[in-house]
């Protein structure tokens, strides 16, 4: 006999919702009454029960902006939003992969339009600015670091996101990198020399290393007019003496007295480096080939001193000095005769105004435990922890570290304690910092040290002067 069943569309359309819904929402018991109609002579009346998703519109829906947008740390970032949400099933965790590049217009399209993110991870460059704009939700921040331990935090970093203007947290440390001077300590404690950490103990390695052992150089200088190689290193050399783009006041002040002496002892330094000009990849290749016994370089480097870098080519550099990562020293602090720096990098999350308060949440989560470990894991040698507890597992995250004394981890994870930028500095306006971009941009610096060391057409004060006049032009285009 043919029967027929209403309940059957029901289930249909039941099971429709739940494809449509997607498999991520919180289920609800929904009670449908149905009636099915047999060609039996009766009718039966059941209640059925069925589970159906919430729709996704009764979740919170927390967006987290990431300038770790490669596919693998996008995936790690996506593994520990699910996780998240496994716990907090009344949240949407979005995670959306962006350019670093891009943050500040993508950031004056969304407040356009009213939807700002409710996180952004981003370079600390871009902190001050968004803060000084009124975009940055600075209790947010504070409450974050306060809930983790405002004690556990570097105080380096921790000062890098302080707001001048109101003494607030504008943003939450993440992670970063240091930049170093890399060094033979085998062969500095085989000549009697000091760790390469002032003026003046660099400049007497400067004079010992060439013709010790193999080493044809005491190191690779900076000095390509057209890579911004040589600017980072310098950066940090002029930090070391006291030397800042712009003074209290706002004056520009690239031909101080300071400033001259900064780029006597850089340029001064070409008596004992690789001739003609060079940049990173000619001084990590000199370093890793026991040609020269000191290279300036960020923590990137560290695989590389174990296996070797990449060529161009094809294959990787054959390392000649055997154990080269075991016997080479770090020394991040620089010291000048009128102050110490270290230089790097710090990344940082913030939370826009108007961020849903379970932002902050989110943050935390991503700074905790092994959710912090495994943001750290992705990039161990770029990655440097900003908060002292997540150092040791740290020093797990990857087998090259093994290849490197606890001193000099303990060297790099303390690194923040002194890194300065010129672009960092709190108290410059947007106006000021847009001027160092372009002095970086138009590699300035690199022009001028090539120009005292390896041309020898201008003097540390005549090159003091030019950047002076360069730099004011710079602020003129840049003013109303």
Not at 85 to 93: G, N, Q, R, T
Not at 208 to 218: H, I, K, S
Not at 306 to 321: A, C, K, P
Not at 441 to 450: C, D
Request: charged content about 20%; overall charge negative.
């Amino acid at each position: 006999m043919k029967k027929t069943f209403a309940l059957g569309l029901v289930l249909v359309l039941l099971a429709t919702m739940l494809a449509a819904c997607g498999a991520t929402a919180e289920p609800q018991v929904v009670k449908e009454t149905v009636v099915v109609t047999q060609e039996v002579e009766k009718t039966v009346v059941e209640t059925v029960e069925v589970e159906v998703p919430a729709q996704v519109g009764d979740r919170t829906v927390i967006e987290f902006w990431t300038t770790d947008n490669e596919e693998e740390r996008v995936n790690t970032y996506e593994n520990i939003a699910a996780a998240y949400m496994a716990e907090h099933p009344e949240i949407d965790l979005r995670i959306v992969p962006i350019e670093e590049a891009g943050v500040t217009q993508r950031m004056a399209t969304s407040l356009a339009a009213n939807r700002p993110p409710d996180i952004i991870r981003m370079g600390v460059e871009r902190v001050a600015a968004f803060s000084a704009d009124d975009i940055l939700d600075e209790d947010a921040a504070g409450a974050v670091i306060a809930a983790l331990g405002e004690d556990d935090f570097r105080n380096g970093p921790l000062q890098m996101v302080v707001n001048p203007a109101t003494g607030k947290y504008a943003a939450i440390p993440f992670d970063g990198w240091i930049q170093a001077l890399w060094y033979r300590a085998d062969i500095f404690e085989q000549e009697g020399l000091d760790p390469p950490v002032t003026w003046e103990d660099i400049n007497a390695a400067c004079d010992a290393l060439p013709g010790t052992g193999n080493l044809l150089y005491a190191l690779a200088l900076g000095t390509d007019p057209g890579q911004n190689y040589g600017h980072q290193i310098f950066e940090q050399v002029a930090i070391s003496n006291n030397v800042w783009p712009f003074d209290e006041e706002g004056n520009v002040t690239m031909n101080t007295p300071e400033m001259v002496e900064a780029l006597d002892f850089y340029t001064g330094l070409q008596r004992c480096a690789m001739p003609g000009p060079q940049y990173w990849r000619g001084a990590r290749e000199a370093y890793q080939l026991d040609q020269a016994g000191m290279l300036f370089y960020s923590t990137y480097i560290m695989d590389d001193l174990v296996e070797g870098s990449g060529l161009d080519g094809g294959g990787n550099i054959q390392i000649t000095v055997e154990d080269l990562a075991a016997k080479t020293g770090f020394a991040s602090m620089m010291e000048g005769p009128n102050g110490a720096a270290s230089y790097g990098q710090l990344v940082t999350m913030a939370i826009p105004k108007g961020a849903d308060p379970e932002a902050q949440d989110v943050a935390k989560w991503f700074l905790t435990g092994q959710n912090y470990q495994d943001v750290l894991a992705l990039a161990p040698f770029g990655k440097v922890p900003v908060l002292k507890s997540a150092v040791d597992g740290w020093k797990g995250l990857s087998p090259y570290f093994t290849n490197y004394s606890a001193e000099t981890l303990d060297q790099i994870a303390n690194g923040y304690e002194t890194m300065q930028r010129w672009l960092f500095r709190p108290d410059y306006d947007t106006t000021q910092r847009g001027v160092i971009g372009d002095m970086e941009g138009r590699l300035l610096i690199p022009q001028v040290l090539s120009n005292i060391a390896l041309e020898g057409n201008m003097t540390p004060e005549v090159a003091a002067q030019w950047l002076q006049e360069q730099v004011e032009a710079i602020l003129a285009e840049r003013q109303p």
